[in-house]
């Protein structure tokens, strides 16, 4: 049966946008993966989405016009484009974790990767342009709508594909390499079916050549991406990595050391995006001063902000009379495992399990927006504002949600910090504090993993808490009163700076976080 022109020209013309489709869609998933990563490594989603973004988006423009000298020759071009961007955009995910690990080399190659990718996405649709005039020519205005009607409905496919099936399914990096291998094999299909005949026997030779060894790149890192996962994390940390994931919020990475001769102590370390959120051998130092200020009033309705650990909770418990802990933690990941690892759940007492502990999986500004229940104290034991994501938890805003959720003589305590690598940041928190309303009472202590450790004591109005223990605290292993009186006292080059608050719309925490830890 033979098929006449018109039906021909229509299945020509619906494979070639079948074709800018898919790879719109491929596309978008590489600036995706890289924002995505640059965000997991460094912690900087929003500059690490401009560089991504601008430096593709300026490449597309200057690949557009070097693709003018290949549209005599477009099918075997758009081929050979589609090869190229299937190996650097598969193996684009590795070769920058690579980077990072090994060769500190991350923001160059980011930038490097980028450009090259926005330089052979932008080479695609002037080409696939001239493919199309081929099967049939049409008026330029009714091509362009059609190319770029299927170049950003791809686009939206890719946007949705990358966070809900390709990270869950696959992860980053095999997520990569799926991509890169439906890339090469769109843009195949489409010329070497539709436009077969424009190819010399030449062309048809090398291009095949060119497919097989895309081929066994984008298979053998298939095969090996896990070992070079693991091992490329490992180089990341200083001691063994026993628990690595990462979920949909971050990398969760647990290590634990090889015992000291003659001690046999370990030291087990958590990581959430490569920053240390404690470290067993004196995390007791920490949550000690995090918690039992705080609870030197009334305790029996206690809120935990963050502490998915488990730790802070474990200190709250030692109080007979609290009657209900309730922890708000973005990720269950992180809870998951202080439940489940056998060496963390006896670091942390079972604590998350306690009949008295509430757990909510929750961003804590949202959570806080429409809570109804008033709380006596609350510890925010929050990661760093040195994210777009957790900046907003150091805001005048987000201590305003806090305050609406205190009970009459209720207090507050934030984790702020060091005070002496990060003087800025810890005192625009406190600037935060005072904004939304707060009284605040500042003290730093010496944790040996972190180094000089600052926190917050607020309580809403105008006198200023106390800091002092609890009557009746139990035994602690590092705090007493003679401790915190000296927490109290900042030394001269460590005193109050004159530092603006932190807001939504401003945070300021944020770039002060970003350029007070660089170098450290």
């Avoid at 759940?345 to 502990?357: A, C, Q, T």
């Avoid at 927006?369 to 709380?375: L, V």
């Avoid at 201590?399 to 009970?407: G, I």
């Avoid at 945070?507 to 976080?513: D, G, H, Q, S, T």
Wanted: proline fraction near 5%; aromatic fraction near 10%.
């Amino acid at each position: 049966m033979t098929v006449d022109a018109p039906a021909r020209w229509r299945l020509s013309r619906a494979a070639v946008l079948a074709a800018v489709f898919v790879c719109a869609a491929c596309g978008l998933v590489y600036e995706l993966a890289l924002v995505a990563l640059g965000s997991y490594l460094i912690g900087d989603t929003v500059g690490q989405a401009s560089i991504v973004l601008g430096v593709m988006v300026f490449a597309m423009g200057v690949g557009a016009l070097a693709a003018k000298p290949l549209q005599s020759r477009a099918a075997a071009a758009f081929a050979a484009i589609e090869l190229a961007l299937a190996l650097l955009g598969g193996l684009s995910v590795l070769g920058l974790y690579a980077a990072f690990a090994w060769l500190d080399l991350y923001g160059p190659a980011l930038v490097g990767t980028a450009f090259a990718l926005g330089l052979l996405i932008g080479a695609e649709i002037p080409l696939l342009m001239v493919l199309l005039q081929r099967i049939r020519e049409q008026a330029a205005g009714s091509a362009v709508a059609d190319l770029f009607a299927a170049d950003y409905v791809g686009a939206l496919l890719g946007g949705l594909a990358f966070p809900f099936l390709l990270l869950p399914l696959f992860g980053q990096l095999k997520g990569a390499l799926v991509v890169g291998a439906v890339n090469a094999l769109a843009g195949l299909a489409l010329v070497f079916t539709v436009f077969r005949r424009e190819l010399s026997r030449r062309a048809r030779t090398a291009l095949t050549a060119a497919s097989v060894v895309v081929a066994l790149c984008l298979g053998y890192a298939w095969l090996t991406a896990r070992d070079f996962e693991v091992t490329a994390r490992q180089q990341l940390y200083r001691d063994p990595v026993v628990h690595a994931e990462r979920s949909r919020y971050q990398e969760v990475v647990l290590t634990r050391s090889v015992a000291e001769p003659g001690r046999g102590r370990t030291d087990l370390r958590l990581f959430l995006n490569g920053d240390l959120q404690f470290s067993s051998v004196d995390e007791y130092r920490y949550h000690e001063a995090l918690v039992h200020p705080v609870l030197a009033g009334t305790r029996g309705e206690v809120l935990v902000l963050g502490a998915g650990d488990g730790l802070a909770v474990r200190e709250v418990l030692r109080y007979p009379d609290v009657r209900r802990v309730t922890v708000v933690d973005l990720d269950p990941a992180v809870v998951a495992l202080a439940r489940s690892e056998p060496e963390l759940r006896r670091l942390n007492g079972g604590s998350l399990d306690d009949p008295r502990v509430r757990v909510v999986h929750a961003d804590a500004f949202a959570w806080l927006r429409t809570a109804t229940e008033r709380f006596d104290a609350v510890v925010a034991d929050l990661p760093d504002p040195d994210e777009t994501a957790t900046a907003k938890l150091y805001t005048v805003e987000f201590y305003a949600l806090v305050r609406n959720a205190l009970a009459d003589g209720a207090r507050l305590v934030v984790q702020a910090g060091s005070p002496y690598f990060a003087p800025r940041s810890y005192w625009s928190i406190e600037a935060s504090l005072r904004e939304a309303g707060f009284a605040t009472t500042p003290y730093h202590v010496d944790v040996p993993s972190f180094g000089d450790w600052g926190f917050l004591l607020a309580a809403p109005g105008g006198s200023s808490p106390v800091l002092g223990l609890p009557a009746g605290a139990p035994s602690l292993r590092f705090l007493d009163a003679a401790v915190l009186a000296a927490a109290a006292a900042f030394p001269p080059d460590r005193r109050r700076l004159d530092v603006p608050a932190s807001t939504l719309l401003q945070p300021r925490v944020l770039e002060y976080a970003r350029t007070e830890w660089r170098g450290y």
